[in-house]
């Protein structure tokens, strides 16, 4: 409704008095500049409104008084306590604003994201971290699992599994997922690498780890632990790389498995590792044609891994145990290819074969009616032993070469792995003669082969072969050291017009002199014009 002409009258009667009297109240006011503590009385009004509004905004109603106003509804008004924890909360906030001001304009307070200024440094500082993790998991098998934070946008970038796993259209929506074929120390390598790019790799840890790489497609890390596996790659380890090999199917890694395995034959099934692999992997190795050793040292492999394998099963180390593991790998040895004496002194003394087998294997080395056997009658073809020849031609003289026990000596490096068999050595120029011949094969001064063994020459310019007593694996752009001390007939042939380089099939060979040859021998002349190698 309108208000009453009366009212509204008197409303303005009012407005004209305040501003009639307002010059005296300025007045007034300077004068009240001697007594500071008092304030003009239409400044402490507008004040106090304005005290009170702050308070009924930034405090709840239930830390205030309850008032009636003239309406009969009530209102809320700040208790003395709370306007002065406003006031204090202000002035705080206004002291730390200008001290912060007065340090570092706009800065703000120091954060780990601020000490860390790379994304890489970031990632990284997230691994296996409790901050943010949206998920867990429990990894390793039952009473020997680890418990691991991870946060999926991390895992879902660095592999397609983790991507499927967590955004797919069959995501997992547990906050904990069970992992209980990994292997603890494995999965956080896997991770590590997923949020900083960084690899550490153990040769305790390895395969665990590319078993992991494999199972959630992360190729890189695989390939580094192929990698690994390939530069730790010896006899000792050789048949177990390759029975994983044979399961992550890593073809490059199988086929560096069998170049040691082949080469280094006697050595690899000796090993304990040989004991450890799958039936499976027995009976591939069993079947290959290029073993470089003795059937007798395979057969005395196939008992030891038939013993081991009946321990992993539980069985009683009996004959017939021993039988029922290996099944048909028995029939893969090669029994008739030993000579004899071998058959004789081993696998016939054995409790493998039976009364009936071992009657039927020596009637086939001496009867001319020779029984059907279950065994392969063919020996293994090995491998052939390559030369690589250093000196374009040889020649000798009445009083040039001679042996007093001196020390020939040569340094090579090759470019492609390979396995030092032996050296090839000139003999007598005076006729058939024996040599007792010490060699040496060295690596920065550390001997790594050497035999001690005879030879006979024919008196021809020939070379003859020397073996050590197991093929050496010899690294590529690596200079080794090859020596042969000889005692015997003085006179002996030589080498001349030698080679820096030579090309052996695929294996590029480099000579040089050695400080250790005090016979001679250099790259231009004198001994050892043979290395005798497998590639």
Known sequence: MPEAPECLHGRIMKCLTFFLLLPETLKKSKRSVKHPSRLPACYEIVTLSLKEKMAAELYPASAN????????????????????????AVTASATHATQQNISNNNVEAASWQCSHPTLRERNALMFNNELMA???????????????????????VGSSVFCAMFYGDLAEGKSEIHIPDVEPAAFLILLKYMYSDEIDLEADTVLATLYAAKKYIVPALAKACVNFLETSLEAKNACVLLSQSRLFEEPELTQRCWEVIDAQAELALKSEGFCEIDQQTLEIILTRETLNTKEAVVFEAVLSWAVAECKRQGLGVTTRNKRGVLGKALYLVRIPTMTLEEFANGAAQSDILTLEETHSIFLWYTASNKPKLEFPLTKRKGLAPQRCHRFQSSAYRSNQWRYRGRCDSIQFAVDKRIFIAGLGLYGSSGGKAEYSVKIELKRQGATLAQNLTKFVSDGSSSTFPVWFEHPVQVEHDTFYTVSAILDGNELSYFGQEGMTEVQCGKVTFQFQCSSDSTNGTGVQGGQIPELVFYA
């Open 65 to 88: 008084t309850n008032i009636p106003n003239s309406n009969g509804t009530t209102v809320t008004a700040p208790s003395k306590k709370s306007v002065v924890q406003v006031c204090q």
């Open 134 to 156: 949206d998920v867990h998991f429990i990894v390793g098998p039952t009473g020997a699992s680890q418990r691991v934070p991870a946060h999926k946008y991390v895992l879902a």
